[in-house]
């Protein structure tokens, strides 16, 4: 095997946006309950670096019910559900401004987003959410994402941030994903036992790496590197590299641009070709839109579906369901996720995009299917 560790730094410095995850106890001091301020401005740094270098960056971090629990006052050891969820809330507040108030000082904006499994499973919750974390990367903000443990159940809830991690990284098509960890990266068994083989890069997730993972053992118990294999399935089938490494440094992703050991997962397609064979291969289809012409090149030379083009639909969709688009002898040129429900797009089809505010009562999307939710057949 290569050993990534050496030369990993690669795979961020090509990445054009990266998404970082940081665990509870990187960010509080379980001792005391208390803000490891010091390791937050140092992460900062790093953060503003990567800015810095013109990339996207995303931050998922635990750490609301660590600080709210001591907030709140209640004692070591388990928390009811209700404990949790009320110290979630208080926690909550603690956290985002901290996060704000280290990356104000790199002269960066952030914005907060709180997601449950809902938002990432229910299509148009799942696209509200990735056209709000686009809106907040394009004007040049990291954003901040925790899972909403103020209402989310045991029944509906991620679990860990590992995984969440790992599912936002695959929403905004990110190119690596960073778990920050308290353990360097993934044993062939727990590392303090005779004959653990380090293993720096992992091509392939077989039966075998699963098996590692099972008796893999960090601080926080053996179910941490099962959360973390299980989110390289998720990144690495999105096109995202995937990175573990040990966080508690002052400098951790200065640490790993410096060749600091840790385990990186490796993808077989970019971001990129993984959403487009997602989209042309893995949805169900359930409308056709019929396009003229002047669309069909348009759409050939790159450019998004506009509603100007659509001379017909077929079909019953909502809002990010997968459409076929054929040209006018019912030919398949492209598949996609169409932006509206089809009563909206019959509403507005064939109009200028000027138009669709007057059509619809209020103020829409340019795009029919943007480009980057749609796949030219036969590319």
Known sequence: MTDLSSNGKLAIEKANRVVIKVGSALLVDIETGLLRHDWLLGLGKDVAQLKQAGKDVLIVSSGAIAL??????????????????????????????????????????????????????????????????????????????????????????????????????????ADCLVLLSDIDGLYSKPPHLPGAEFLPMVDKITPEIEAMAGVAETDVGSGGMITKIEAAKIAVGAGASMVIAKGNALSPIGRILDGARCTWFTPSATPTDARKSWIAGSLEVRGTIAIDVGAVNALKRGTSLLPAGVRKIEGEFERGDAVAVVDESGKEIARGLVAYEKPDAMAIMGCQTGDIEKRLGFSGRDEMIHRDDLVLMGS
């Not at 990432?120 to 990735?130: P, S």
């Not at 040049?140 to 809830?157: C, K, M, Q, Y």
């Open 68 to 173: 709210g629990r001591h907030l709140l006052g209640f004692a070591k050891g388990a928390l009811k559900l209700e404990e949790s969820q009320a110290a979630a809330a208080c926690g909550q507040i603690a956290l985002a401004h901290a996060w704000q108030s280290v990356l104000s000082g790199c002269d960066l904006k952030t914005g907060q987003i709180l997601l449950t499994l809902t938002d990432t499973e229910q299509r148009r919750r799942y696209l509200n959410a990735r056209a709000t974390l686009f809106t907040l990367l394009k004007q040049g903000a990291v954003p901040l994402i925790n899972e909403n443990d103020t209402v989310a159940t045991s029944e509906i809830r991620y679990g860990d941030n590992d995984r969440l991690a790992a599912r936002v990284a695959s929403m905004v098509s």
